[in-house]
């Protein structure tokens, strides 16, 4: 990117926060501190009102904002492919929401980006996954949590605990949301369990927004995620699968990690990488009779207590 892109991306980037450090800035563009300083003071010098200097942040001056931008064709299209999972992977007042704020977008394309994206709606299709379990009808989670996050409220959650089978309702304070495997999360403090927990959005029964302000410093969406979810002991698997059964695996040999494939001519030998072995092993017996497994030996243990359960019940 040249200079002049860089000062324009960077004026856009001040209208679109309230403060942006200089090391935000520098990161995005991979550019020194010293370059961000320079840039900054030729949007000065060129009469933009910012305000802030170096070491705590700027922000542009109340009042002053930028004519309508344009968009790029690469920009428009980025939209539009995120409109499409959107309407997919959320709920339908937000997806709704999302289309609606298109529409706005798309009022301010040229013609011929209007006459691009029109020439490939039809042939860009983002598919739910079958064993997707749907929301429960009338409960349209996301809103109403990013909503509690922004103000800071508690929230009031009617949840179905899975594995204690029980309906509970309890005081959230919301951290955050994230998307793993399928499935939309609320990580937040649980004040019934005075700890952290995580609410799948399809267990929700009911959300509500209270008038109670969140008090309490949480710690950041991703420190969480880091501590709970990237300390996990994993696991590397190596199975030699028939070829002819290997076709029949399909997306589940990507839902288990797999990470690698080597075509062995009848076989194909595949490597994945887990954190939960005892779950990987019931997987696995579902193709046993047509797989060796080549590593690790803890997987074969599992596989025969597995075994060994099931003859009990024969």
């Not at 990117?1 to 991306?9: G, H, Q, T, V």
């Not at 999302?98 to 011929?112: C, I």
């Not at 996301?142 to 949840?159: N, T």
Request: aromatic content about 10%.
């Amino acid at each position: 990117m040249n200079r002049i892109d860089r000062i324009s991306a960077i004026l856009i980037q001040l209208q679109s926060r309230r403060v942006v450090k200089a090391q935000f800035i520098a990161d995005r563009f991979d550019i020194s501190l010293r370059t961000v300083y320079r840039d900054i003071r030729t949007l000065e010098e060129a009469g933009v009102p910012i305000i802030g200097e170096a070491g705590t942040g700027y922000s542009l001056a109340d009042g002053y904002r930028l004519p309508p931008i344009a968009f790029t064709l690469e920009e428009a299209t980025a939209l539009f492919t995120a409109e499409k999972l959107v309407e997919t992977l959320t709920d339908e007042v937000n997806s709704g929401s999302y289309q609606s704020a298109m529409y706005k977008v798309r009022a301010v394309l040229r013609n011929a980006e209007k006459d691009y994206l029109a020439g490939i709606d039809s042939r860009v299709e983002v598919l739910k996954s079958r064993r997707t379990t749907q929301l429960h009808e009338g409960v349209n989670p996301m809103q109403p949590i990013l909503k509690a996050i922004a103000e800071k409220k508690v929230v009031s959650l009617k949840y179905f605990s899975y594995y204690r089978q029980v309906h509970t309702e309890r005081c959230v304070e919301p951290v955050g949301v994230f998307y793993l495997d399928r499935y939309w999360h609320l990580i937040g403090f649980c004040r019934m369990q005075n700890d952290y927990r995580d609410f799948r959005f399809d267990r929700m029964l009911d959300v509500k927004l209270t008038d109670e302000n969140v008090v309490k410093q949480h710690p950041a969406l991703k420190t969480y995620i880091d501590n709970s979810y990237h300390e996990r002991d994993v696991h590397k698997v190596v199975l030699r699968v028939d070829k002819k059964m290997s076709l029949h695996l399909g997306d589940e040999k990507l839902y288990h990690g797999l990470v690698g494939e080597v075509d062995l001519g009848d076989e194909i030998e595949m490597t994945f990488l887990t954190g939960f072995m005892e779950g990987f092993a019931r997987w696995f017996l579902f193709f046993a009779d047509y797989a060796t497994i080549i590593e690790p030996e803890i997987l074969r243990e599992k596989a025969k207590e597995v075994i060994d359960k099931v003859l009990l019940k024969l």
